[in-house]
């Protein structure tokens, strides 16, 4: 019974022990001096870990007679010989966090040890609260702690990686990478950013490399509330790092108490040892891939570099096929036939090593679908990678496409808005609702979608050009122009050629035929030394009026199995041509469903 009584009075956090009976401070095992203000501090933040012990209940605490003059002095002064016992840094806490004009918050999980309860409550005891309900998560960037900013790679590699794990689960919603890293460094409120994405919870936390170990600290919080639910730290060799990312996945899972079927558990265990250069080079490729802008070189030289240190690693293939993914949708930079036939390769190779990889699957599915018509090969595998990864912003979005090209406009627009729910700040992700209204011909939402994405991000080229695409359904061909003009502008150097070739067909049905002549030799000067799609020469050819040449190219872009002309049967530029027989024998050739 003494002994019970003596466990009581202990409280452990990490390697340190405290003894409220003793007033001692240990740290693995040996003792640590702190003086009684800074212990009582300690004490008051133990008493109500993971909630805020305000300025004024210290200042209460530490000075009853309210004889001291400068506490905001002192209390700083308390606070920083806690931290300093504890090894701790005000910047980077591991321990004690200070919450600006308010106070300061104990963040590392504790331990009492007894049959009673180890700390004396500050307050009088009141009702234990029910443990929040949360059902959606954004995983906020993992700082870097490395000092060095060149590996910032590294950490994002690390947040990629936990949401991407978290997104197996399919009772968890959760935002996507794209959303999230714009709060990198972000000074806003928590429940602000939770408020504008749209989530229950939010994860932040650090990531450090030394030499060949890597450690991660991550803290859960509730976001309306701001309350701090859980806080741990991992650490590994870098050859573990895959079964150490899928540790602090599960570790969350239980915390915000999510029901995981066996099989997501399974997917979330199921990790190996990984050569460290090739994860290294498969970060670095993931990093470059992601800020390509539709030329994702750099990205396919590391993931192939990846390969060839670790050929059993899975990952790399999934971001080849990827990169090859944004080389195909029908507009260049490779022809369709060698994307495809790349995209497959890799995603074959993916699934001999992974089986669960949602991404491969989807790979795969574009295949099937846009590269060979196989429509319920392109289906399944759609529906096998949101199976798998219910949160993955890219299975959603180009399984949106899919449905927009079959013709089932509001399946395509619930998908769509589905990725968006994952990615609400987005530009790209918004366009690919803006476009599923344009397929479905709601034009009126397609034009509101086009003003959000526009607030949004302005320099976003997508959003003038989807609208410009509003304005030539409508009639309004002098407007579509010129704000095609703009979306070429926003563009760059280089253009998009779908760009131009959109240019030129406001030009044409306008009955400016010169002007889109001039587009029309443009993209044949261009396809000297690049890929052009003969999908956009037939636009063209169809705002001129030139059935006959329209054709041509579309028996071109069915030769090469272009990925946009699956979109035929929907496409209104060329509704011009439907009423022609060859148009109807098109479709049948290409097997579409009913």
């Known amino acids: 019974m003494e002994q019970n009584a003596r466990a009581a009075e202990v409280v452990r956090f ?32 133990l008493q109500r870990s993971g909630g805020v012990v305000t300025h004024d209940e210290l200042r209460q605490k530490l000075w009853p007679g309210g004889t001291f003059v400068d506490f905001d002095h002192g209390i700083r002064a308390a606070i920083n010989k806690t931290r300093e016992a ?14 600006p004009r308010r106070g300061y918050r104990f963040i590392y999980p504790v331990e009492a040890h007894g049959s009673t309860p180890a700390v004396a409550p500050v ?115 870098m050859q573990d790092v895959l079964v150490l990312q899928g540790e602090v996945a599960r570790a969350i899972a239980e915390q915000v108490r999510v029901a995981v079927t066996p ?31 539709g030329r994702p070189v750099t990205g396919i030289e590391y993931f192939r570099q990846a390969i060839s240190k670790d050929p059993s690693y899975s990952q790399p293939y999934v971001g080849l096929g990827l990169a090859y993914v944004q080389m195909s949708f029908g507009h260049g930079p490779l022809p369709p036939r060698e994307a495809f036939a790349q995209i497959e390769e890799a995603a074959l190779d993916a699934l001999k090593l992974d089986a669960t990889l949602a991404e491969a699957y989807s790979c795969l599915a574009w295949v099937k679908a846009f590269g060979e ?15 798998l990864s219910p949160s993955s912003v890219d299975a959603h979005r180009l399984y949106s496409w899919y449905l927009s090209a079959m013709g089932r406009h509001e399946e395509a627009i619930a998908e769509s808005q589905r990725a968006r729910e994952l990615d609400p700040v987005s530009p790209a992700v ?47 061909y002098e407007e579509a122009a010129r704000r095609f003009q703009r979306a070429i502008a926003l563009s760059g150097e280089d253009p998009p050629t779908w760009h131009l070739a959109h240019l030129g067909c406001a030009y044409g049905r306008a009955g400016k035929r010169t002007e889109a002549r001039k587009m029309l030799d443009e993209l044949q000067s261009m396809s000297k030394h690049k890929y052009v799609s003969p999908y956009l020469f037939a636009i063209l050819q169809t705002s001129l009026s030139n059935k006959n040449q329209a054709f041509e190219w579309l028996e071109k872009s069915y030769a090469e199995r272009n990925p946009m002309l699956a979109f035929l049967r929907v496409d209104p530029l060329f509704d011009p041509l439907r009423s022609d027989p060859r148009f109807q024998d098109l479709l049948r050739r290409m097997n579409f469903p009913p």
């Open 123 to 237: 307050s009088p005891p009141a009702a234990v609260a029910a443990p929040p309900r949360i059902q959606s998560i954004a995983v906020l960037p993992l700082e870097n702690l490395s000092g060095d900013k060149d590996q910032e790679y590294f950490a994002d590699g690390m947040t990629d990686a936990l949401i991407t794990n978290l997104g197996k689960i399919g009772a968890l919603r959760v935002v996507s990478r794209q959303s999230v890293m714009r709060y990198r460094g972000s000074k806003k409120p928590l429940p602000e950013i939770a408020r504008e994405l749209n989530v229950d919870a939010l994860v932040e936390g650090t990531v450090q490399r030394s030499g060949d170990r890597v450690r991660i600290t991550a803290n859960l919080l509730h976001a309306p509330t701001d309350r701090h639910l859980w806080a741990d730290s991992y650490e590994s060799e």
């Open 263 to 293: 099989q997501e558990q399974v997917r979330l265990a199921s990790a190996r040892p990984v050569n460290p250069e090739a994860y290294e080079a498969y970060l670095k490729g993931s990093y470059a891939l992601k800020r390509s802008a």
């Open 430 to 476: 918004s366009y690919a609702l803006a476009a599923a209204y344009w397929w479905a011909r709601q034009y009126e939402r397609c034009a509101a979608e086009s003003e959000k994405i526009e607030q949004m991000d302005p320099t976003f080229p997508g959003a003038r050009h989807i609208r410009a695409a509003v304005y030539l359904e409508m009639g309004s």
């Open 86 to 99: 504890l090894g701790d840094d005000a910047d980077n806490p591991r321990f004690v966090e200070t919450l």
């Open 373 to 387: 018509w196989d429509w319920p090969g392109g289906e399944s595998g759609f529906r096998r990678a949101i199976e």
């Open 14 to 45: 990490g390697i340190f022990e405290v003894d409220l009976q003793s007033g001692e401070l240990h740290k693995s095992g040996r003792k640590i001096r702190l003086q009684d203000q800074p212990f009582q501090v300690l004490v008051m933040l």
